[in-house]
């Protein structure tokens, strides 16, 4: 059984897909739980604010998946943050791929079966999910690709390669945003399922925090992620008479 984290000094920090919400196929196929924006919300509320989900879709596609959820979202794989406020910042300098590169990864890869290419101005994903013998050729192209243009570098996802920024990464939103109110002086816990979360992680344990993973810590099920969550919302839950129920 984890431990109840207390809500007065605790900075939670979120990855979404595959960690709040079940992976699927496409990225566009995930469904959100319908208690889950009520969850978040809560949680962040407890906290006084200090709840950011951390994810490598873009904002804007993270906002379209969270409609109206006040809390702060850090998109990009951490490049672009907005506070629960509505203020948006970018922590990372923004470094759009060059053009004509993502229209050569569109039209050389793109076009395979099963692979699909998603663009997201900073950084870019392949995903070969749908065609898991495409693996190799995929990571010997991006990988000529990355060399090439010098400003992003390759990472590896669930069944996807990124090409993202040099120097980015979950870890730096982190990192920013613990020198940040509310976040400030709190004890961060990074709860992630990928390896692009192992970067949020780390910045975590150096900030005196804790590292959650799906597949160890929750036999690999959002559900479980969101039950505990919902179970640490609830205990930061204080009566009028001043005491934590
Ligand atoms: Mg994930």
């Known amino acids: 059984?984890?431990?109840?984290?207390?809500?007065?000094?605790t900075a939670w920090f979120l990855d979404v897909d595959g960690t709040l919400?079940?992976?699927?196929?496409?990225?566009?196929?995930?469904?959100?739980?319908?208690?889950l924006p009520s969850l978040l919300e809560r949680l962040?509320?407890?906290?006084?604010?200090a709840l950011a989900l951390v994810s490598g879709r873009a904002l804007a596609d993270l906002e379209a998946l969270l409609p109206g959820v006040g809390v702060t979202m850090a998109g990009d794989h951490g490049a672009v943050v907005r506070f629960a406020?509505?203020?948006?910042?970018w922590l990372s300098r923004r470094r759009p791929l060059p053009r004509p590169l993502v229209r050569e990864i569109q039209n050389d890869?793109?076009?395979?079966?099963?692979?699909?290419?998603?663009?997201?101005?900073?950084?870019?994903?392949?995903?070969y999910r749908q065609a898991p013998g495409s693996r190799d050729r995929l990571r010997r192209v991006l990988e000529a690709m990355a060399a090439r243009c010098g400003t992003h570098e390759l990472t590896t996802a669930h069944m996807a390669f990124e090409l993202r920024p040099r120097g980015g990464g979950k870890g730096v939103a982190v990192a920013r945003l613990m020198q940040t109110p509310p976040?400030?002086?709190?004890r961060p816990v990074f709860i992630g399922d990928d390896v692009t979360?192992?970067?949020?992680i780390r910045a975590a344990l150096l900030f005196g925090g804790v590292g959650l993973r799906v597949a160890q810590d929750f036999a690999g099920e959002p559900a479980a992620?969101?039950?505990?969550?919902?179970?640490?919302?609830?205990?930061?839950?204080?009566?009028?008479?001043?005491q934590i129920v």
């Open 44 to 49: 962040s509320t407890v906290t006084s604010g």
């Open 21 to 35: 919400v079940d992976l699927a196929p496409t990225p566009d196929g995930v469904t959100v739980p319908a208690t």
């Open 225 to 242: 992620v969101r039950r505990w969550l919902a179970a640490q919302a609830e205990a930061g839950i204080v009566t009028t008479e001043g």
């Open 183 to 186: 976040f400030r002086d709190r």
């Open 1 to 9: 059984m984890l431990a109840r984290f207390d809500p007065a000094s």
């Open 197 to 200: 979360d192992e970067d949020g």
């Open 85 to 89: 406020d509505g203020g948006k910042r």
């Open 109 to 127: 890869l793109g076009q395979l079966p099963g692979v699909l290419v998603e663009d997201k101005q900073t950084c870019l994903t392949v995903h």
